[in-house]
């Protein structure tokens, strides 16, 4: 099993939809959850950090089921620039290392 | 410069040439790691540095050969790759190993082996 699976999609939004996707990960002795977002031919950016108990910033949202271990992250009111890979990231053996999934590629068409 | 940056922005060359890829930070951050990217495919972690020590070696090739001569500068020394080493090679940092808020990438290295 994928230490991180994503579903790569891609994910055609209308603007002004809501598109929401989930991650899992294998190791449930993870620690630390991450999404990032990589723009077309750029390298990935911290979009934000993922809580026990979720986090919430603007029209993102991202929540951690432990339980079943997966992270999700819902964008609503999609905007164009929202168009973008999102990197879902966990770190699975403590700090020193952090496991990428393959990315959702969101689409948000006008 | 701020952040951090990474030079050739493209390369290509063959499979007998040697060169060098460099990564610079201007964060004052201690930890700095490479990254491969392939098409399809997850980011790959290759190699991790801290205070100019590499701590982990991800079972890379023996073609990758990194440097790290101090805290702000990494190498990738490249020599007699194979096609399927084509990729966007990312250098990062983050300001203690073992920091698990925040790693930041560079634009990246794309290479292209002949």
């Known amino acids: 099993r994928k230490e991180v699976e994503q579903d790569p999609g891609p994910f055609n939004v209308p603007e002004g939809a809501t598109v929401a996707f989930n991650c899992t990960y294998s190791?449930?002795?993870?620690?630390?959850f991450f999404w990032y977002r990589q723009d077309c031919r750029k390298e990935p950016k911290l979009l934000m950090s993922?809580?026990?108990s979720g986090n919430e910033d603007g029209r993102f949202t991202a929540q951690l089921n432990r339980a079943s271990q997966y992270i999700s992250l819902l964008i609503r009111d999609s905007k164009l620039s929202d168009s973008a890979t999102y990197l879902c990231?966990?770190?699975?053996?403590?700090?020193?290392?952090?496991?990428f999934g393959k990315g959702n590629q969101v689409v948000v068409i006008p | 410069e701020t952040g951090v940056t990474q030079t050739p922005r493209h390369l290509v060359m063959g499979m007998t040439n040697k060169k060098s890829l460099k990564c610079e930070q201007h964060?004052?951050?201690?930890?700095m790691y490479w990254y491969k990217q392939s098409a399809k495919k997850p980011l790959e972690l290759m190699f991790v540095?801290?205070?100019?020590?590499?701590?982990e070696n991800n079972s890379v090739p023996s073609r990758f050969s990194p440097e790290c001569p101090n805290s702000s500068h990494l190498f990738l020394h490249l020599h007699t790759l194979q096609p399927e080493d084509s990729a966007l090679y990312l250098c990062?940092?983050?300001?203690?190993?073992?920091?698990?808020?925040?790693?930041?990438f560079g634009p990246g290295t794309r290479l292209t082996v002949l």
């Open positions: 990231v966990v770190s699975p053996y403590g700090n020193n290392r952090l496991a």
């Open positions: 964060l004052g951050h201690n930890a």
């Open positions: 993922v809580y026990s």
């Open positions: 540095y801290s205070l100019e020590e590499r701590v």
């Open positions: 990062a940092s983050s300001q203690e190993l073992g920091d698990p808020n925040e790693q930041f």
């Open positions: 190791n449930s002795a993870s620690q630390s």
